[in-house]
């Protein structure tokens, strides 16, 4: 299975006061940190590395996972330093850690998907890049995709069109030459380089039929909460 990178550096400034403390990544949700609540789903998985990109309020973060052993997972860092690189910039510096090709995951996401499905699909495509997309119409944010024929054919975080009907779902895989061409501006976000990829049709689309699950605003991280408790009833 591919390593994982999961970007885990942002201010999340959506859930003041709780992150005016602890970074994202350790608020507290079915009673742990959520990152462990990814990581153990990673390991479930079949992946067996991961890299943290991480940034504000890091070293809390080390504290709390260390390098993975008591989870079963390889854990290693990349830290964005004194100045947050955003999604992208914080994905290039991580580079040397993980590889020809990699699954990128967003620190706030859960995502009910098979990440060996997800994986196969970008091998399949034989394109440099793959965003798994959900028919979201508006519903949990702004639909942002066009998806066709296996294909993700436009795709806009900053200025998302009504007829876009899809949404990017938290879980993509790149190669390592994709995110080196950008990597001359050292701060950057993820989005572009799916823009970019999508405008030269050059990037895979993967549809998931079960909605995401997110932890970046409050009424995400209630929501995600009443999922993982469900799931531990099971």
Request: proline letters at 5%.
């Amino acid at each position: 299975m591919l390593p994982v990178a999961i970007l885990a550096g942002g201010l999340a400034s959506r859930l003041h006061p709780i992150t005016k403390t602890i970074p994202k990544a350790l608020v507290p949700v079915a009673g742990r940190p959520f990152v462990l609540w990814q990581l153990e789903y990673l390991r479930d998985q079949g992946v067996s590395r991961v890299v943290l990109c991480t940034g504000y309020r890091s070293t809390q973060i080390e504290q709390v996972v260390g390098d993975g052993s008591q989870l079963g997972v390889v854990v290693e860092y990349s830290d964005d330093g004194t100045t947050l690189l955003g999604t992208g910039g914080a994905l290039g510096k991580a580079l040397p850690l993980l590889g020809p090709e990699f699954f990128v995951l967003y620190g706030d996401s859960f995502l009910p998907v098979s990440f060996s499905t997800v994986e196969q699909a970008y091998y399949d495509s034989d394109l440099p890049g793959l965003m798994t997309v959900y028919r979201n119409e508006g519903e949990w944010d702004a639909s942002n995709a066009v998806f066709k024929n296996r294909q993700v054919l436009e795709y806009n975080k900053t200025k998302p069109r009504h007829d876009m009907a899809y949404i990017d779902y938290g879980l993509g895989v790149l190669s390592k030459s994709v995110v080196e061409h950008y990597c001359q501006e050292k701060v950057f976000d993820l989005a572009n380089v799916y823009e970019a990829l999508a405008n030269a049709q050059q990037l895979a689309g993967f549809e998931v039929f079960e909605r995401f699950y997110e932890i970046g605003s409050p009424d995400g991280l209630a929501q995600t909460e009443e999922y993982l408790r469900s799931t531990e009833s099971l």
